[in-house]
């Protein structure tokens, strides 16, 4: 049973634009969702995080949008950099259960 | 900024042969994890130890493999008779908190001819 679904699986976007990446999750009890980066040759490192009792988190170009009854969260890029092109993975955690579902990934490629 | 410190950074290994990955996870972590992600598809979660045990493991985590932390800074995954699924890049994490706020390594990748 696949968690948490992710898409699109590859993304290309103009310098400038708007980056906009999409989860789905099947289980109603995890209360943690995560946003982690990866570049090639390296792991996945943490880039911005929420919980569901909050519908929106912002730091910086980054936003996650949060829609409980949905079971939905995406991550909105702004103003997207060359230096953004990496692959992000979303994630849901059940705190306490100790173990992280990944989603499939996203390969974002900014064009100059 | 501490990070999270594997070796060997690739190992080439025979089908068959067993192989030991090693991570020192930043020190003052106490959750520690290794995950796999086969080229190109999602990271999978392996297993989690905590208080020098096993606290979790993936249906992946079979009888081959195996999790040590033997003098309190290494952490180690055994691969005791490698098949060629097994290759994979596997990557060592660790966190202060349960689950939340992983921070991994780089990875080793690991190729079973």
């Known amino acids: 049973q696949q968690q948490v679904k992710q898409s699109p699986q590859s993304l290309i976007v103009q310098k400038g634009g708007i980056s906009i990446i999409n989860c789905a999750y099947e289980?109603?009890?995890?209360?943690?969702f995560p946003w982690y980066q990866q570049f090639p040759g390296k792991g996945p490192a943490l880039l911005i995080a929420?919980?569901?009792?909050?519908s929106e988190k912002k730091e910086g170009r980054f936003t996650i949008s949060f829609n409980k009854s949905a079971k939905q969260f995406s991550l909105h890029i702004m103003d997207s950099q060359p230096g953004d092109s990496a692959t992000y993975f979303c994630?849901?955690?059940?705190?306490?259960?100790?173990?992280?579902?990944f989603g499939t990934g996203t390969r974002l490629t900014v064009i100059p | 900024e501490p990070e999270v410190t594997q070796t060997p950074s690739h190992q080439v290994t025979q089908m068959g042969q067993e192989v030991i990955l090693r991570c020192v996870p930043i020190?003052?972590?106490?959750?520690f994890y290794w995950y796999r992600q086969i080229l190109g598809q999602k990271v999978e979660f392996l297993v989690s130890?905590?208080?020098?045990?096993?606290?979790?493991k993936s249906e992946i985590f079979d009888d081959q493999f195996s999790v040590e932390r033997p003098d309190g800074s290494n952490f180690t995954l055994k691969i005791r008779s490698t098949k060629l699924e097994d290759s994979a890049m596997y990557f060592c994490?660790?966190?202060?908190?349960?689950?939340?706020?992983?921070?991994f390594g780089s990875g080793t990748q690991l190729s079973v001819l």
């Open positions: 289980n109603t009890a995890f209360d943690y």
């Open positions: 020190s003052n972590h106490l959750y």
């Open positions: 994630a849901a955690l059940l705190t306490g259960a100790n173990n992280l579902f």
């Open positions: 130890f905590y208080n020098n045990e096993i606290s979790e």
């Open positions: 929420i919980r569901p009792d909050v």
């Open positions: 994490a660790g966190c202060g908190q349960g689950g939340e706020k992983l921070f």
